[in-house]
């Protein structure tokens, strides 16, 4: 699913959406709310979007994710959402409030120029290894997921994943 030069007015409600060769924004405004809880296996990229409301990926489900170039006015929702693949944000804003509880980063992350704000932003979010941090301050440090928690995961995965017959 491709958007390129796209200005909605309102909330941009794409919540289960879905597109076996995954998405890319590009050039996207939304007037209000941005709304991605996505299941996607396919690669999700994210370029040149301003939000004058709130961002939120609730509990969505993403393989590979890249955002560039992010502008948001109200607050960035990442609460339970699922990164498997290697997830990347360079050159961006996620407004006034940005919460991560329970989010899962599995693959390698790479956060460059990006301005998360609140006193500990990724309180409650996982990660598989430590995030690559370039011209990015985080608060606390992530937290990053030991040899021991892998197989409680693992064990979490198992009960999350649908049941066969």
Same mark, same amino acid.
């Given at each position: @699913?491709?958007?390129?030069?796209? +200005?909605?007015? !309102?909330?941009?409600?794409?919540?289960? =959406?879905?597109?076996? #060769?995954? $998405?890319?924004?590009?050039?996207l405004v939304a007037g209000s709310?941005?709304?991605?809880?996505?299941?996607?296996?396919?690669?999700?990229?994210?370029?040149?979007?301003?939000?004058?409301?709130?961002?939120?990926?609730?509990?969505?489900?993403?393989?590979? @994710?890249?955002?560039?170039?992010? +502008?948001?006015? !109200?607050?960035?929702?990442?609460?339970? =959402?699922?990164?498997? #693949?290697? $997830?990347?944000?360079?050159?961006?804003?996620?407004?006034?409030?940005?919460?991560?509880?329970?989010?899962?980063?599995?693959?390698?992350?790479?956060?460059?120029?990006?301005?998360?704000?609140?006193?500990?932003?990724m309180a409650g979010a996982l990660?598989?290894?430590?995030?690559?941090?370039?011209?990015?301050?985080?608060?606390?440090?992530?937290?990053?997921?030991?040899?021991?928690?892998?197989?409680?995961?693992?064990?979490?995965?198992?009960?999350?994943s649908p049941m066969e017959p």
């Amino acid at each position: @699913m491709l958007l390129d030069s796209v +200005r909605v007015l !309102g909330q941009a409600n794409l919540n289960d =959406a879905e597109a076996p #060769g995954g $998405f890319s924004f590009t050039n996207l405004v939304a007037g209000s709310d941005l709304m991605l809880a996505l299941a996607s296996d396919g690669p999700v990229a994210l370029a040149d979007v301003d939000v004058g409301g709130d961002l939120s990926l609730f509990d969505g489900r993403f393989a590979s @994710m890249t955002m560039e170039r992010l +502008r948001i006015k !109200g607050e960035s929702e990442f609460e339970g =959402a699922r990164f498997s #693949g290697r $997830f990347v944000i360079r050159d961006s804003d996620f407004g006034r409030g940005f919460t991560a509880q329970d989010a899962l980063f599995q693959g390698d992350c790479e956060f460059r120029k990006v301005r998360f704000p609140g006193k500990d932003p990724m309180a409650g979010a996982l990660f598989a290894r430590s995030p690559l941090l370039i011209e990015t301050s985080l608060p606390v440090p992530p937290t990053v997921q030991s040899d021991q928690d892998s197989t409680e995961e693992e064990e979490l995965e198992f009960q999350d994943s649908p049941m066969e017959p």
